[in-house]
């Protein structure tokens, strides 16, 4: 699905000498790589605070710690998303609210969100899934309305960029409260192991976080609040600072990719390619098609007899989880979700793909619908 051996030679001195300097001066936390790479992801963002943190996942959670959520209170959020996002909400003893997504565009449905809404409810979790936003405008309208937190789930669309329907562009995980991302090898922005952030223009809001990052300190053994021990490693920052300044590239290439398959497969009968909101660009963390439900494991297995691997991104929604057998969920039916959990197929997508690769996946699945 991803060539990051590829990647990486193609950066190697640059990526060998960060990574030795660190190594050399074996300043391995809090080195000055963290906050080298905290200011340089703030300028691309233009955001005026990135916190970062050990993961995706404690980016959520200390987002929704930093926010004052008290166990009891709902939050809405997707159930068609990675379970990363829901986990946390269950894991503070909040009520996850689960929602529909636009069948077309995979993203949290906004009036989905308002039917959701009860006095318990703190906050809204949207998540700008396989690299494209949701309705951001539209969420924070509602938000304002009726006095919720936005957490944006920026963990599939760092450099995505958001147009407002003023003609203003800003990027996703900066539009909300606070903004969660990943840096997870096979994100669009990854690193050689885990790594997150959050992302923020409200000061006091990042002091908070900061210090719930750092075991709930607020000076040297003097600790305010219940916290987390959640760094970026100065390995990671290291490789995170010559890979940034990829990123923008990167996302050309997944674009070109993604423009390449939508020529090879917008004719075939049966097949949706992923649909272009009007309302951001895409950066294609995946490139997803929906096909018939009952030919997708045939594609899947057919692509997989020539060596073209393809995945189901995810095969079963969060609300349809185990895991939450035992909470008591509060939410009507969610048919758009089950469809489309039916008949998503993810292609491979990353930044290296050559062309003869390219034509050769186009044919492996032109030739499985007519064969
Ligand atoms: C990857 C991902 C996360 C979690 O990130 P980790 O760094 O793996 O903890 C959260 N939400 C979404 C949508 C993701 O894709």
């Keep these: 699905m991803v060539d990051l051996v590829s990647q990486y030679e193609k950066i190697k001195p640059a990526i060998d000498s960060a990574m030795q300097e660190v190594v050399a001066k074996a300043q391995f936390i809090n080195g000055p790589e963290v906050q080298s790479f905290q200011k340089d992801l703030e300028a691309y963002l233009n955001v005026k605070h990135v916190i970062p943190c050990a993961n995706g996942t404690d980016a959520l959670q200390m987002a929704m710690m930093g926010l004052g959520l008290k166990p009891g209170d ?26 529909e997504v636009d069948q077309s565009t995979f993203c949290i449905d906004p009036e989905a969100i308002e039917k959701a809404i009860t006095p318990k409810t703190k906050a809204i979790v949207p998540v700008h899934l396989y690299g494209q936003a949701a309705n951001m405008e539209e969420i924070m309208r509602i938000a304002a309305t009726h006095n919720l937190f936005v957490i944006e789930d920026n963990a599939q669309a760092i450099g995505c960029d ?3 329907t003023s003609g203003e562009v800003q990027k996703t995980g900066t539009i909300g409260h606070i903004g969660c991302t990943s840096f ?12 997150g952030a959050m992302m923020t223009n409200d000061d006091s809001l990042a002091e908070t976080l900061r210090r719930i990052a750092n075991h709930g300190q607020s000076k040297r053994y003097y600790h305010d609040e219940v916290g987390c021990n959640s760094r970026l490693d100065s390995l990671q920052a290291a490789v995170l600072r010559v890979k940034l300044r990829q990123l923008d590239s990167y996302i050309d290439a997944r674009q070109n990719l993604a423009n390449a398959y939508d020529e090879a497969f917008a004719g075939i009968e049966g097949v949706e390619i992923p649909a272009r909101s009007a309302k951001s660009n895409h950066v294609f963390h995946q490139y997803t098609l929906q096909v018939p439900p009952q030919s997708r494991d045939a594609l899947h297995r057919h692509l997989e007899a020539h060596e073209i691997p393809s995945m189901i991104y995810y095969p079963v929604p969060a ?3 185990k895991m939450f057998e035992g909470l008591k969920l509060t939410m009507a039916d969610l048919p758009v979700t089950d ?3 039916e008949r998503v197929i993810s292609l ?6 050559q062309n003869d690769q390219v034509a050769f996946i186009c044919a492996m699945v032109q030739s499985f619908f007519n064969p």
């Design 348 to 353: 491979p997508m990353h930044t290296e793909m």
């Design 184 to 195: 997870f090898p096979s994100k669009n922005l990854g690193c050689f192991g885990d790594g």
């Design 74 to 99: 709902e939050v809405i959020t997707p159930s068609f998303t990675y379970i990363a996002t829901t986990e946390v909400i269950a894991l503070l003893g909040l009520i996850p609210v689960f929602v």
């Design 162 to 164: 958001y147009y407002f």
């Design 339 to 341: 469809f489309l959990t």
């Design 319 to 321: 609300h349809r989880q």
